[in-house]
């Protein structure tokens, strides 16, 4: 058999080479079964790494010294073809290592670890401990004592650092005393297996069975109650009905009357939510339009196709992504819908579940490890033909992948916010390229962007323009349709000057009393955390900041460990006593401290919190309705698995009169039987130092408005601001998204920001303030000389300047930003980057969706 050779991308970093190829012999135990895209392990120096199989070829001259594969990873571990390319695209687009781009693709939990172990030879099993130095023979001494063992035990047991236990290591592995090794990390997820019993014997023997057991009524007992059951039954089901054990099981095993196996057990992340089966609804024309478009791209897969599917909220975008994956499903293919949230996927799930019961699997970070992988090797291996997930999911394994679904596909969580820093919308964009799938990007408020290339003809623009109410499981379409509620705009400072100093104005108030009497559901949305966004002295003006970090820490009310999200607030007494009832917390770092009685500075006692968060106002509204029951839905309380589906439920069933939440509520969800939505602040984040801020403000408001009259008339939308001549929210007022897209293109075009161009950001950050400006500025200068030498026309520099947060967990951070023209492709980009030389330290984000 000829000699194989392997290019393997390993999980190792080798000096600046921050994604190392090596190339290896495939031993001829191995050749049959290596393959492009199967997870290896290699030796590297002294140590075994993993790997992924880039190309096989046959071996030539350049074999000579090669080392040789060691082992096959875990068998689950192989990527596609598609995947393949999928990742290296990733990693040349963002600047990414190799490996690292690839191991999203890997099956969640298969990474494993070879580490260095050592164990006592022969001879340090018979050497005098006492002629050894006492470093030396502790170690030996409890290596005989315990065996092999790894270095980060012995380091743990004998309670020396790693510099002084690996010069004791080589001299006792010199005198021959010792000998090392490697033991592989479990990887962290694998198959789970229950142990099942089932009936061996026919049942025209059972009544001869029980007869020969009449001295052993337990046994007895254990065969009758499993014929009755007349299945394979977990050993635990047959313990939880019979009393039996395990003793007895086996008992029962030697007689030859049960059978025991270990089988495979799927952990579902749906077990439990049972939801009954709908009929789709009748399509209004606009719904019948855009489905009859992209069924004709389904049924004629030559390349793919994008579709940007511009719908008001309410108006049955959902539908039309069922129907279409209907459609996907019939013709073998397997479709994917990617959501910006994990709050979202709940209810998608169901309605989901509800029209393709069997055939969905989730993926999101809020499952297990082993739901996760199970769910990912039930779509590699075809069981399940619709995922459903969060931005990671656009990595699932997807053999037959024919519709790819982005729901509000403007959202910027689909920006994974750390290496690499992909974004989940473009990824997909690339991955139906590669699959010829079709796509749906759809969004009530789109990205500026998506819009702006449905205009020059990239994408198709489909509108949905009116609102249906036949979006519940057996609902028809009305002849009618709903209309958007309308949305007041209330000027805070008129408020102010006219003696309210309440956090709601009086409209909102009224507002909230009327609803309440009606029996209907509010929402306010205010979208910041805690009771207080800062801490300050009135009388010198210190400002509570975090130890390390440049922010102000935020004040929350302490909780229980595990509070109940209605009603949860702490009593006004305990706060006015100044008792330990609240903590400053850093919404940067996590750090916390306590709420000072006196300002640190100045030794004034008039130390007070300004402005609000969503404890603050749920605690307002508590004062404001006593009987009203209340719901904060953030990041604080939907924490735990599943409360978001918990919350979700309590609102669906009635049982939440007002809601009190964050951006998390304010996107995709239908909610009956909310009739007034308040924003108690619509001018957060409205002038941060972003170009992307107006934009953002909009979205957020026209999406957290649609909640509102999903199902009824007369709903009504409030928000509060400082700033009502605003664009973005005199637009979000008439729910108007093509006047807030014409003067914010305006805008675009004339700074040169996207989607007129490119952008590439660079972070640095240090332990020291001038450290971090020194190497922004020998940055700058070093992109600015390559500008320059290599004639790049239309590329400029942005800054450089401290970044908008400028201190984070201790470290010091600069930005800088390049503008490049649209047509400089990722490869050249990653060209030109690499001319530029050296940039260990700095975080590069390609098309970033934040520049602060």
């Known amino acids: 058999m000829p000699s194989l050779i392997a290019d393997v991308a390993l999980k190792a970093r080798l000096g600046a080479d921050k994604s190392p190829v090596l190339t290896y012999l495939v031993p001829v135990a191995l050749q049959a079964l290596i393959a492009p895209g199967r997870l290896v392990w290699v030796p590297l120096r002294?140590?075994?790494?993993?790997?992924?199989?880039?190309?096989?070829?046959?071996?030539?001259?350049?074999?000579?010294?090669?080392?040789?594969?060691?082992?096959?990873?875990?068998?689950?571990?192989?990527?596609?073809?598609?995947?393949?390319?999928?990742?290296?695209w990733v990693a040349t687009t963002y600047r990414a290592p190799l490996y690292d781009a690839l191991s999203l693709l890997l099956p969640p939990g298969v990474g494993q670890e070879a580490e260095l172990t050592w164990r006592a030879t022969p001879a340090g099993m018979l050497v005098d401990l006492g002629s050894l130095p006492e470093g030396e023979r502790s170690i030996l001494y409890y290596l005989r004592l315990h065996g092999e063992q790894r270095e980060r035990d012995l380091r743990a047991a004998l309670r020396g650092t790693d510099s002084e236990l690996r010069t004791l290591y080589r001299a006792l592995y010199?005198?021959?005393?010792?000998?090392?090794?490697?033991?592989?990390?479990?990887?962290?997820?694998?198959?789970?297996?229950v142990r099942f019993a089932q009936l061996a014997i026919a049942p025209e023997q059972l009544a001869s069975t029980l007869e020969t057991l009449r001295r052993a009524p337990r046994q007895a007992a254990v065969i009758e109650w499993m014929a009755d059951q007349a299945v394979a039954l977990p050993v635990s089901a047959i313990y939880a009905a019979t009393g039996s054990n395990a003793a007895l099981l086996r008992m029962l095993e030697q007689r030859g009357l049960i059978a025991l196996e270990q089988r495979e057990v799927r952990r579902d992340p749906l077990a439990g939510d049972h939801v009954m089966p709908d009929q789709p609804p009748v399509l209004s024309p606009d719904q019948r339009t855009a489905y009859d478009a992209i069924v004709t791209a389904l049924e004629a897969p030559e390349d793919a196709a994008v579709f940007l599917l511009h719908g008001i909220t309410g108006s049955g975008k959902t539908e039309v992504y069922l129907r279409t994956i209907a459609r996907a499903l019939r013709l073998g293919r397997q479709a994917l819908v990617l959501v910006p949230e994990i709050a979202l996927t709940t209810q998608?799930?169901?309605?989901?579940?509800?029209?393709?019961?069997g055939q969905i699997a989730v993926l999101h970070s809020g499952l297990s490890l082993g739901e996760r992988y199970d769910e990912w090797r039930r779509l590699r291996r075809g069981e399940a033909r619709l995922a459903i997930g969060s931005r990671s999911a656009v990595f699932a394994p997807l053999p037959d992948l024919g519709l790819i679904v982005i729901d509000e596909e403007h959202e910027l969580t689909y920006k994974h916010d750390a290496a690499p820093r992909y974004h989940a919308r473009d990824c997909a964009l690339h991955l139906a390229t590669l699959t010829k799938s079709?796509?749906?990007?759809?969004?009530?408020?789109?990205?500026?962007?998506?819009?702006?290339?449905?205009?020059?003809?990239?994408?198709?623009?489909?509108?949905?323009?009116?609102?249906?109410?036949?979006?519940?499981?057996?609902a028809q379409a009305r002849s009618a349709p709903l209309l958007l509620p309308p949305v007041r705009l209330i000027d805070m400072r008129h408020e102010l000057q006219q003696g309210n100093r309440s956090i709601f104005s009086r409209v909102l108030q009224q507002s909230l009393i009327a609803t309440l009497e009606r029996g209907e559901q509010s929402i306010l949305f205010l979208n910041r955390r805690g009771a207080a966004s800062f801490v300050m002295c009135r009388d010198c003006g210190y400002v509570v900041n975090c130890g390390v970090c440049s922010g102000p820490m935020?004040?929350?009310?302490?909780?229980?460990?595990?509070?109940?999200?209605?009603?949860?607030?702490?009593?006004?007494?305990?706060?006015?006593?100044?008792?330990?009832?609240?903590?400053l917390i850093c919404h940067s770092c996590g750090s916390r401290g306590a709420v000072p009685l006196v300002c640190p500075k100045c030794m004034s006692t008039r130390i007070r919190r300004f402005g609000v968060g969503t404890q603050r106002v749920a605690e307002a509204v508590a004062e404001l309705l006593p009987a009203a029951r209340?719901?904060?839905?953030?990041?604080?309380?939907?924490?735990?698995?599943?409360?978001?589906?918990?919350?979700?439920?309590?609102?669906?069933?009635?049982?939440?009169?007002?809601?009190?939440?964050?951006q998390m509520i304010a996107k995709g969800l239908d909610l009956p039987f909310v009739a007034l939505v308040g924003v108690v602040a619509a001018d957060t984040g409205l002038h941060l130092p972003d170009f992307r801020s107006g934009e953002r403000a909009f979205q957020l408001l026209t999406q957290v408005a649609g909640r509102a009259g999903r199902r009824t008339s007369g709903a009504e939308v409030v928000i509060q601001t400082y700033n009502p001549e605003h664009y973005a929210l005199l637009a979000a007022q008439e729910h108007d998204y093509r006047a807030f897209f014409l003067q914010e293109i305006a805008y675009r075009r004339e700074i040169g920001y996207p989607p007129f161009s490119r952008l590439v950001r660079f972070v640095y950050a240090s332990s020291g303030e001038p450290a971090a400006r020194r190497a922004a500025e020998q940055l700058a200068e070093r992109l600015q000389n390559l500008i320059t030498s290599q004639r790049l026309e239309n590329w400029s520099l942005i800054g450089p300047a401290p970044a908008f947060i400028q201190q984070i967990r201790g470290r010091w951070r600069w930005h800088l930003i390049v503008r490049i023209p649209l047509t400089v492709d990722a490869r050249a980009l990653a060209w030109l980057l690499d001319t530029l030389g050296p940039t260990q330290g700095w975080s590069i984000d390609v098309d970033p969706v934040h520049v602060l």
């Open 348 to 357: 998608l799930v169901r309605r989901f579940a509800a029209r393709f019961a």
């Open 438 to 474: 079709v796509v749906i990007l759809g969004s009530a408020t789109p990205a500026v962007e998506s819009y702006h290339r449905s205009t020059q003809g990239t994408y198709r623009l489909l509108e949905l323009r009116e609102r249906v109410s036949g979006l519940g499981p057996n």
């Open 630 to 662: 209340v719901l904060r839905w953030d990041r604080d309380t939907a924490s735990g698995k599943g409360a978001h589906g918990r919350m979700l439920d309590l609102l669906l069933r009635r049982e939440v009169d007002i809601l009190v939440g964050t």
């Open 174 to 193: 010199e005198r021959g005393l010792v000998a090392s090794g490697t033991a592989q990390t479990p990887p962290g997820a694998r198959p789970r297996t």
């Open 46 to 88: 002294r140590r075994r790494v993993q790997g992924v199989v880039l190309r096989v070829a046959p071996a030539g001259d350049e074999a000579t010294g090669l080392r040789e594969l060691d082992a096959l990873g875990d068998p689950e571990g192989f990527l596609t073809p598609v995947g393949l390319e999928l990742a290296q």
């Open 554 to 583: 935020t004040l929350h009310y302490e909780e229980d460990p595990q509070p109940s999200p209605v009603n949860e607030r702490p009593s006004r007494e305990a706060v006015q006593a100044g008792q330990p009832a609240s903590v």
